[in-house]
């Protein structure tokens, strides 16, 4: 089945406990994409990858890293959680060159950083 | 920043009418519009995708208008039913992959 897993769904962490999120997909899709949503503000492209090694920031990338090593996963990075990147975060796929292309969203991670 | 707006906030329609959400869209060219359907603590769904040399598309109940003039797009779901009860997420496609959303629309259809 085609899909995008995230892991965890639900986190609890602490101010500056260092926490990474996983996103895997088995498309072989070049370009992934981390959103954030947060209530009134819709959908926020955090950082996006065309391909491995190839990544660039989207519209809100301050407090987060990103890496691309392999094809299939994009990990997100929080080296210092604070309390306003509480949210709930979506990892995304799709082909990339000549779309535009259909995006496949992951079922979501639920961040709370006390 | 690119902004796309989705001017309801929340719908409410009564079960069988048609159901029309408004997308409007930043002046780029070529424009690709995408509509996603979420469900609450989901990943968006996608439904459609729009091109402005498209006036119109449709998927079973499902139709989308382009309207280049007015730079909206309309998104009709027609003999509504409490299963079509949901968020709708209109995306403009600005190259490369780059999906920039609006804050969507909560449809209620209401039995």
């Known amino acids: 089945e085609a899909q995008v897993t995230q892991n965890p769904r639900y986190l609890i962490t602490v101010t500056g406990k260092k926490l990474t999120v996983t996103c895997s997909q088995n498309?072989?899709?070049?370009?992934m994409s981390w959103y954030r949503q947060d209530p009134g503000l819709g959908l926020r492209q955090i950082y996006y990858?065309?391909?491995?090694?190839?990544?660039d920031k989207g519209d809100v990338p301050e407090g987060y890293k990103v890496s691309r090593k392999e094809k299939r996963n994009f990990p997100l990075i929080l080296e210092s959680p604070s309390p306003n990147q509480t949210s709930l975060y979506f990892c995304a796929s799709s082909y990339y060159g000549t779309g535009p292309y259909e995006q496949y969203f992951g079922p979501g991670t639920r961040l709370t950083v006390t | 920043s690119q902004k796309i707006e989705q001017n309801s906030e929340a719908l409410n329609i009564q079960e069988g009418k048609t159901a029309t959400l408004t997308c409007n869209y930043t002046?780029?060219?070529?424009?690709?519009l995408q509509w996603y359907r979420q469900d609450p603590g989901r990943g968006p769904v996608f439904l459609l995708l729009?091109?402005?040399?498209?006036k119109e598309k449709r998927k079973e109940r499902l139709k989308v208008t382009f309207d280049t003039t007015l730079k909206q797009s309309l998104f009709h779901i027609t003999a509504s039913q409490p299963a079509d009860s949901a968020t709708y997420l209109c995306a403009q496609d600005f190259g490369n992959e780059k999906l920039t959303f609006g804050t969507g629309t909560r449809l209620t259809i209401i039995p």
């Open positions: 498309m072989n899709h070049e370009y």
């Open positions: 002046n780029y060219s070529p424009a690709y």
């Open positions: 990858s065309m391909n491995v090694e190839v990544t």
């Open positions: 729009i091109r402005e040399n498209e």
